[in-house]
């Protein structure tokens, strides 16, 4: 009983990202297609300090309507070591609702009706059990209908549980939902919105252009929905946060770029807008040319966007993340992701460990629950438990419960003497001191 006490309470501990001192799934410095159980695909890519010994920090870039990631990637530049050398990044691949790339549409826009959230879910579940990632420093970015997208996960209230920080660019955040066809929208800065954030206290760096011609800093009517005014958008963010909705500090970047902090003392900045200049389009601001500055012909910006969300997301961890940089390591991880035809589903081999462990963990609290054996499992029998990476559900599961269990070995089976046998409460503080040092290696 415990066993089974200790076991259940060390439960979250116990389900880690697939870190361990053996070599990554896939190489280093180079961008890898995955493909779902499902279909859709994203793409990711391990940055050289991938370390795959312990938690790394993940930054989810979704691109815009009718691109791809591979776009994204060119795009933020989230690959290059000059802006990013130890976060890995996913770029997640949204659907094509048409007979060409100009209908890829990700939820939130009128246009869309697929659940992006779920899919997105399912992205982050593969990518922490088979990379080394901290899941306490997710973070999610995105330009246009990909800033858009950012929105829509920050309010969502599962899904605003699992990101750290967001930071959308140039975003289209639609007020109204799929297949839309409306003809008039009131006043962009009165615009109601759903959101339904999971916690408090949500970090949000947002940058848009002045002369943005796609996806006006002003809102208003687009494909059948309709846009806020960005800068109300903003302020709504900051309200949501506990925070004033006026700023409480402008900064002059260089030109007519500025940057407006919202929040004071230890929440100042906590929500942030950036300004990208008046003659910023529809671009992911840079201060050399990349595929958005040169097709809008507004030329560079100020300041790199990309530089300034990475010195933002590491700035911000989740307060209760369900593993977090404790310094732990994991398990082995298998080798289906950086495959293009990986699948989102356990393969043979780890389904086989995790069938083996799920036996023993159930042999072994039964036994001690239910036996007067004063037989108890030994530290490597535990250690390989924990280093399986079982999930919470998996695990919980193969606990017997409370109700079928007795007290345990009673005092007369326990013997005095004998240095070879372990009592229960021996076995207890042995178990909790392996756990403890296999968490602490």
């Given at each position: 009983?415990?066993?089974?006490?200790?076991?259940?309470?060390?439960?979250?501990?116990?389900?880690?990202?697939?870190?361990?001192s053996g070599s990554p799934p896939a190489s280093?410095?180079?961008?890898?297609?995955?493909?779902?159980?499902?279909?859709?695909?994203?793409?990711?890519?391990?940055?050289?300090?991938?370390?795959?010994?312990?938690?790394?920090?993940?930054?989810?870039?979704?691109?815009?309507?009718?691109?791809t990631a591979d776009w994204q990637a060119?795009?933020?530049?989230?690959?290059?070591?000059?802006?990013?050398?130890?976060h890995v990044v996913v770029y997640p691949q949204a659907l094509q609702y048409g007979s060409t790339s100009s209908y890829i549409y990700w939820q939130g826009s009128p246009n869309a009706t697929a659940n992006d959230v779920a899919y997105v879910g399912k992205v982050l579940d593969e990518v922490e059990s088979e990379l080394c990632i901290d899941t306490s420093r997710v973070y999610a970015?995105?330009?246009?209908?990909?800033?858009?997208?950012?929105?829509?996960?920050?309010?969502?209230?599962?899904?605003?549980?699992?990101?750290?920080?967001?930071?959308?660019v140039s975003g289209a955040f639609y007020t109204t939902g799929?297949?839309?066809?409306?003809?008039?929208?009131?006043?962009?800065?009165?615009?109601?919105?759903?959101?339904?954030?999971?916690?408090?206290?949500?970090?949000?760096?947002?940058?848009?252009?002045?002369?943005?011609t796609t996806i006006s800093i002003l809102g208003g009517l687009r494909k059948g929905g309709c846009l806020p005014d960005v800068r109300t958008w903003v302020a709504n963010w900051a309200r949501r946060d506990g925070l004033s909705a006026s700023p409480s500090a402008?900064?002059?970047?260089?030109?007519?770029?500025?940057?407006?902090?919202?929040?004071?003392?230890?929440?100042?900045?906590?929500?942030?807008?950036?300004?990208?200049g008046d003659h910023v389009n529809h671009d992911w601001p840079a201060t050399f040319a990349n595929t958005d500055n040169e097709d809008h012909g507004s030329g560079p910006a100020t300041f790199n966007a990309s530089t300034m969300i990475m010195e933002f997301f590491k700035k911000y961890s989740l307060p209760d993340a369900k593993d977090g940089d404790d310094g732990d390591g994991c398990s082995e991880p298998s080798s289906t992701l950086g495959n293009s035809s990986s699948s989102s589903t356990v393969t043979a081999s780890s389904s086989g460990i995790k069938t083996a462990t799920l036996s023993t963990i159930t042999s072994i609290t039964s036994a001690h629950a239910n036996s007067t054996s004063s037989t108890f499992p030994t530290s490597a029998t535990i250690t390989a438990i924990i280093s399986t990476g079982l999930t919470t559900t998996e695990a919980s599961t193969a606990l017997p419960s409370s109700s079928s269990s007795t007290a345990g070995?009673?005092?007369?089976?326990?013997?005095?003497?004998?240095?070879?046998?372990?009592?229960p409460l021996s076995f207890f503080w042995m178990t909790a001191a392996t756990i403890m040092a296999f968490l602490l290696h």
């Amino acid at each position: 009983m415990l066993f089974g006490l200790l076991l259940a309470a060390l439960l979250p501990a116990l389900a880690k990202s697939a870190c361990s001192s053996g070599s990554p799934p896939a190489s280093k410095g180079t961008r890898h297609n995955v493909t779902l159980s499902g279909g859709r695909t994203y793409m990711y890519f391990m940055p050289e300090k991938y370390d795959h010994s312990k938690p790394n920090p993940l930054i989810l870039s979704f691109h815009g309507a009718s691109r791809t990631a591979d776009w994204q990637a060119d795009l933020d530049r989230l690959t290059d070591p000059y802006f990013n050398k130890d976060h890995v990044v996913v770029y997640p691949q949204a659907l094509q609702y048409g007979s060409t790339s100009s209908y890829i549409y990700w939820q939130g826009s009128p246009n869309a009706t697929a659940n992006d959230v779920a899919y997105v879910g399912k992205v982050l579940d593969e990518v922490e059990s088979e990379l080394c990632i901290d899941t306490s420093r997710v973070y999610a970015t995105g330009k246009s209908q990909g800033g858009g997208m950012v929105g829509v996960l920050a309010c969502d209230t599962a899904a605003s549980q699992r990101f750290a920080a967001f930071s959308p660019v140039s975003g289209a955040f639609y007020t109204t939902g799929a297949a839309s066809s409306l003809t008039s929208c009131g006043d962009p800065k009165t615009l109601a919105m759903t959101c339904n954030p999971g916690r408090d206290n949500i970090p949000l760096l947002d940058f848009h252009g002045g002369n943005d011609t796609t996806i006006s800093i002003l809102g208003g009517l687009r494909k059948g929905g309709c846009l806020p005014d960005v800068r109300t958008w903003v302020a709504n963010w900051a309200r949501r946060d506990g925070l004033s909705a006026s700023p409480s500090a402008t900064v002059a970047i260089n030109g007519s770029a500025e940057l407006y902090r919202y929040g004071s003392g230890a929440d100042s900045g906590l929500v942030t807008f950036v300004y990208d200049g008046d003659h910023v389009n529809h671009d992911w601001p840079a201060t050399f040319a990349n595929t958005d500055n040169e097709d809008h012909g507004s030329g560079p910006a100020t300041f790199n966007a990309s530089t300034m969300i990475m010195e933002f997301f590491k700035k911000y961890s989740l307060p209760d993340a369900k593993d977090g940089d404790d310094g732990d390591g994991c398990s082995e991880p298998s080798s289906t992701l950086g495959n293009s035809s990986s699948s989102s589903t356990v393969t043979a081999s780890s389904s086989g460990i995790k069938t083996a462990t799920l036996s023993t963990i159930t042999s072994i609290t039964s036994a001690h629950a239910n036996s007067t054996s004063s037989t108890f499992p030994t530290s490597a029998t535990i250690t390989a438990i924990i280093s399986t990476g079982l999930t919470t559900t998996e695990a919980s599961t193969a606990l017997p419960s409370s109700s079928s269990s007795t007290a345990g070995p009673t005092a007369s089976s326990v013997p005095v003497s004998g240095a070879s046998v372990v009592g229960p409460l021996s076995f207890f503080w042995m178990t909790a001191a392996t756990i403890m040092a296999f968490l602490l290696h």
